[in-house]
């Protein structure tokens, strides 16, 4: 199967450098690029012995009726080098870009050629020419931290004809259709999505989610493309084609990912398009204006100053390193679990003050459990559960499954078998049946005034628990309450704290559930405030009066289950999504995917955001700061040709390799 290829961190030739056209934005076209290591490495290896040898001997060659051999001994390592730059230079300028790397670079060392400054051309080239194969190594790095996901696709399936595992049949997964049986066996990876029919084993999936730890499935049990298969032999039941699995998604949108520019990133792109001109211009009025004015000055001297100029001109350190720190952050959230659609949502997650949660699945484990059953007087605890049950048997709500879940330990005499003919679920407010030929109501209080039912004092539960309450009328009469609880996640319990270490000033939590069980959640994870009892709507109006509030000064994130929630998600600044690897509304909506169901990954990718968002932030600080010196000191003739090569080279080097440090900056 075809391996991705087209990841790259550089900037597209229409949005990077000024012309579109340097090597470095361009992909690298010179042939440079093109050779093998092992040429590049003799190449470089040549130019250097001539570079040193001609540092050696040149005061001698200077001295010697050979003094035209100066300038060939550094021509050979100017050549070998820089030969691809300089053919770079003439095809753009027949087609009529100008202002590029490749451009500065040759008018620069063709006039230290020029003026005899043969060392100092051919150091141009050659430390040029050092600096791109870092660069490039760099580049890789950051792209095998996202090509590891491409690496998991499998290249063949088995396909079998029954759960037995009967006449294996090795085929492309591609052509794999859903309801296909596969053999999966220890050690290799789960091709397609599907249900495991037969065979117990644990899967490790931390390609997926970040997590190392080895899940246990069995029959029945998903299995997600791309989980590695421990020690038994599988029979899966696949559930979608491979362009469909969870994997294939991902993926696709690892790559789209690189793509998307953050803001930073745009701001460079339009300065450097107004940045090299203006420099050049400079440069040519530098090599002009003075001899024409001055009565002193030479034009030899002013223009070695505008070449100095124009080298330290070259924005590669900004039009690299910024695109290269956000792509290695994309990289490095994905080798952590965390999906980031874009540099753009990176750089929001850096800038986020109010953390928006929605509360079931998000904050809780989304797992209901009956927690206490309230009947009136004249219904037994028995009876209650059964006409609950009985109400609920057409929704699939997790609240109505917990009760049917319930049901089951009751008597038989007390569960209700008859089919239920009239049904209907409203939405935020609960069922309305019929039993008898009377109504039958599972909801909540609104749903109860609404049928002229009077609503029942409060029922007294653990503070402790994340309750929700489920009233039960019956005919004109309030009947009961069942108390459904959510468990809060393990990983949550510390998660605000967390977040208030990382600058977030603002928790808040979004749920439909009633006031007591919303209470005890917020009180138990110390949110700063929590809204409930809201209908889906509700929800988007909410978030929307949290943005313009005064407390949100900056950028406001909505975290949840991506299934209910696509509206906010979509809305807020960057909507992130829990447990994305097994729910396409998640991959859909979100614009950052917690793949691992951890809430405390949250901490994570923010801490990861704000530290690529410092890196950015000192590679154009250090770039520009550097690059502003130097030019100065060229004008007022300070500085040497040797000053604008370490500015351009070494400071795109320098930042380079700065930016290398985001991939490893998503650790928890």
């Known amino acids: 199967m075809e391996k991705i290829k087209h990841i790259h961190p550089h900037p597209a030739a229409d949005a990077g450098c000024p012309t579109g056209s340097c090597p470095h934005c361009s992909g690298h076209d010179h042939s440079f690029e093109e050779a093998s290591p092992k040429a590049e490495a003799i190449r470089l290896t040549i130019s250097l012995i001539f570079f040193a040898l001609g540092i050696i001997f040149r005061s001698k060659l200077q001295a010697s009726p050979y003094r035209i051999g100066e300038y060939v001994i550094f021509l050979i390592p100017y050549l070998t080098v820089g030969y691809g730059v300089i053919l770079s230079a003439l095809r753009n300028l027949i087609n009529g870009k100008l202002f590029d790397e490749n451009f500065l670079m040759t008018v620069a060392t063709f006039g ?37 996901l491409t690496d998991i696709r499998p290249d063949t399936t088995y396909l079998v004809s029954d759960s037995q595992g009967s006449d294996p049949r090795k085929t492309d997964p591609l052509l794999v259709e859903p309801g296909s049986l596969v053999l999966v066996r220890p050690g290799e990876r789960v091709p397609l999505d599907g249900i495991i029919v037969s065979g117990n084993s644990f899967f490790d999936t931390s390609a997926l989610t970040g997590e190392s730890v080895p899940v246990r499935v069995e029959p029945g049990s998903q299995a997600l493309a791309g989980s590695v298969n421990g020690q038994g032999l599988l029979i899966i039941e696949t559930t979608a084609r491979y362009g469909d699995s969870s994997l294939a998604r991902i993926i696709k949108l690892v790559e789209e ?40 000055a ?103 499954g917990a009760i049917r879940r319930a049901a089951e330990t009751i008597p038989s005499e007390f569960r209700i078998d008859a089919s239920l003919n009239t049904f209907e679920e409203i939405a935020g407010k609960g069922v309305r049946a019929e039993w008898l030929g009377k109504p039958l109501l599972a909801g ?71 006031e007591t069980g919303a209470k005890a959640v917020a009180e138990k994870l110390g949110l700063d405030s929590y809204y409930a009892k809201l209908l889906p709507d509700e929800k988007l109006s909410k978030l929307e009066e949290i943005m313009a509030s005064p407390r949100t000064y900056k950028r406001t994130a909505f975290v949840g289950d991506g299934i ?39 901490a994570t990718a923010i801490t990861g955001a704000k530290r690529t968002r410092g890196v950015v932030l000192q590679n154009i600080i250090f770039s520009l700061g550097i690059k502003g010196l130097v030019i100065l000191l060229g004008i007022f003739g300070l500085a040497s040709m040797w000053m604008a090569i370490f500015a351009d080279v070494g400071v795109a080097l320098l930042a380079i390799l700065n930016s290398t440090r985001v991939l490893k900056m998503f650790k928890a």
């Open 257 to 296: 990912a690189a793509e998307r520019k953050a803001p930073t990133e745009r701001f460079i792109t339009r300065f450097a398009r107004v940045y090299t001109p203006a420099v050049v211009g400079a440069a040519l009025l530098i090599a002009l204006l003075p001899p024409l004015l001055l009565a002193d």
């Open 444 to 514: 909540n209080q609104t749903l109860l005034r609404e049928n002229n039912i009077p609503s029942p004092p409060p029922v007294e539960k653990d503070k402790g628990e994340a309750a929700s309450s489920v009233l039960i009328a019956y005919g004109e009469n309030y009947i009961g309450t069942i108390a459904v609880s959510d468990r809060i996640r393990e990983d949550a319990a510390g998660l605000v704290t967390a977040l208030h270490g990382k600058g977030i000033r603002h928790t808040v939590m979004l749920t439909g559930d009633s």
């Open 112 to 148: 230290a050629i020029a003026l005899g400054e043969m060392p100092e051309a051919a150091a141009v080239m050659l430390f040029y020419t050092i600096g791109e194969m870092f660069q490039e190594r760099a580049a890789s790095s950051a792209r095998r931290s996202i090509q590891a």
């Open 564 to 602: 209910n929630d696509a509206p906010v998600l979509s809305r807020a600044d960057v909507g992130i999504a829990m447990g994305g690897i097994g729910s396409d509304a998640a991959i859909e909506a979100a614009d950052v995917v917690l793949m691992d169901d951890k809430p405390s990954n949250l």
């Open 298 to 400: 030479s034009f030899a001297e002013w223009i070695r100053r505008a070449l100095i100029l124009l080298v330290v001109s070259c924005p590669c350190a900004l039009v690299i390193s910024i695109p290269l720190g956000y792509f290695g952050g994309i990289g490095g959230a994905s080798a952590a679990g965390i999906l980031i659609k874009g540099a753009n949502y990176l750089e929001t997650l850096a800038e986020l003050d109010t953390v928006v949660f929605d509360k079931t699945g998000t904050l809780t484990e989304g797992v209901f459990e009956v927690s206490g059953v309230y009947p009136e007087k004249g219904y037994s605890r028995e009876e209650l559960l059964g006409l609950a049950a009985f109400a609920e048997s057409h929704s699939n709500h997790p609240i109505a």
